[in-house]
């Protein structure tokens, strides 16, 4: 098949969904073309089969905001026209299930090879920007008018029914993980940058977008760390980096714990965790968390989110109430107490992520919903 992605290119669950994806079509032989404003983030190496094509918008003082999503929707079409695209596959609804639809528009009247618009609802998009009443009606028709919807957990797929009264079907594909990279490892080495040999380590990933609650990250942190001797390390950045490195200061915490930033190669500090953490407030799925599982690190997160989908509470980790941080570092105290209890929790992390959400798996879920679309 030839197959254009657009997705957020930046550090995101949904670029990196799209991306790991685009990166396996292409190692199955498939054409994968992807159409956006920047290399996507863990796009980092050439591989066979995968183009990528800029899109640029031009500033023009008339414009105060640069319409990107003109641009975008003429590069999809310039792109499928020239390429004969099969799929046009969306991540995140807004904009781009829109410029999806105008250029499909454009390729109608100039009389060209159509490809069907797939779209793949990823959380946010759904949640936080579609329900917005101005967004409201654009992303309603945007999703009524791909061919194909997908949906990163049931969660998702539910909350999207009920939010925009959809009746077609929301195919439910979860996120996968690249079975090479996230691997359970030793790495004695590399654990030592950030830990004693006595300490735990405790690790977070997230965009640090007030949604991920990164100061009940904090707060879980300071109560495990006054029983246990434990370091924090947090990984990537956003809205809120600056008022969680005050509060590590304020609450001195800055001797234990660590802000790397963005991290492309994410796995090399995983593998080294004894925990990880994802308190966020909404999780349609929790990709950080299923990377966190496959190298073998139990999860404490929130339930009645997506993460019930991803983490097997009392088995590979603890789903718990919203901001109830106090439970949360209580069962992390727990299980890091008890070696035997915390060794099965590290092993059941990783296989039951190999058994339910292995690349090889999910990728295969994709291709076959694109051929049901295509002939169905
Ligand atoms: O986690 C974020 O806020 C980023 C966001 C995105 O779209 O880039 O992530 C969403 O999509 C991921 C991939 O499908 C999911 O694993 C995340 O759970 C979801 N984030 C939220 O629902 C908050």
New binding site residues.
């Given amino acids: 098949m030839v197959i254009g992605i657009t997705c957020?290119p930046v550090a995101?669950?949904?670029?990196?969904?799209a991306t790991e994806l685009g990166l396996q079509l292409a190692q199955r032989g498939h054409q994968v073309h992807f159409i956006t404003y920047a290399m996507p983030f863990r796009l980092d190496e050439y591989q066979t089969n995968l183009m990528y094509h800029g899109v640029e918008t031009t500033a023009y003082p008339l414009f105060k905001f640069p319409p990107y999503t003109l641009t975008l929707s003429a590069k999809m079409a310039e792109v499928s026209r020239n390429f004969k695209l099969d799929i046009l596959h969306m991540h995140?609804a807004i904009p781009h299930a829109t410029c999806a639809y105008l250029a499909r528009e454009m390729l109608k009247a100039g009389g060209d090879h159509l490809p069907k618009i797939i779209t793949t609802l990823?959380?946010?998009?759904i949640?936080l920007v579609g329900s917005d009443p101005s967004y409201y009606d654009i992303t309603k028709f945007s999703i009524l008018s791909s061919d194909g919807l997908t949906a990163?957990s049931k969660y998702l797929a539910d909350e999207t029914a009920e939010v925009f009264k959809v009746d077609k079907e929301i195919r439910v594909i979860h996120?996968s993980f690249d079975e090479k990279r996230f691997v359970p490892g030793s790495c004695v080495d590399r654990r030592r940058e950030f830990a004693g040999p006595d300490e735990y380590l405790i690790v977070h990933v997230?965009?640090f977008?007030p949604?991920?609650r990164t100061l009940d990250v904090l707060s879980i942190f300071e109560k495990i760390s006054s029983v246990l001797p434990a370091r924090l390390v947090l990984v990537g950045e956003g809205p809120e980096t600056v008022l969680s490195r005050r509060q590590v200061k304020k609450r001195q915490l800055s001797d234990k714990v660590t802000f790397l930033g963005n991290q492309t190669r994410v796995e090399a500090v995983l593998q080294c965790a004894d925990l990880f953490l994802m308190p966020?407030e909404?999780?349609?799925?929790?990709?950080?968390a299923l990377e966190a599982l496959a190298c073998g690190v139990p999860v404490i997160g929130t339930s009645n989110t997506?993460l019930s989908e991803v983490v097997s509470d009392g088995e590979n980790g603890f789903l718990l109430s919203v901001g109830d941080t106090s439970a949360m570092a209580n069962e992390g105290i727990a299980l890091l107490k008890d070696s035997i209890r915390l060794k099965e929790f590290k092993e059941a992390a990783a296989s039951l992520a190999i058994r339910r959400f292995s690349a090889k798996k999910i990728v295969t879920e994709y291709e076959q919903f694109y051929q049901e679309i295509l002939h169905g």
């Fill in positions: 957020y995101g669950g949904s670029g990196i969904v995140y990823h959380g946010t998009d949640t990163v996120n997230s965009n977008r949604v991920k966020s909404e999780e349609s799925f929790g990709l950080a997506g």
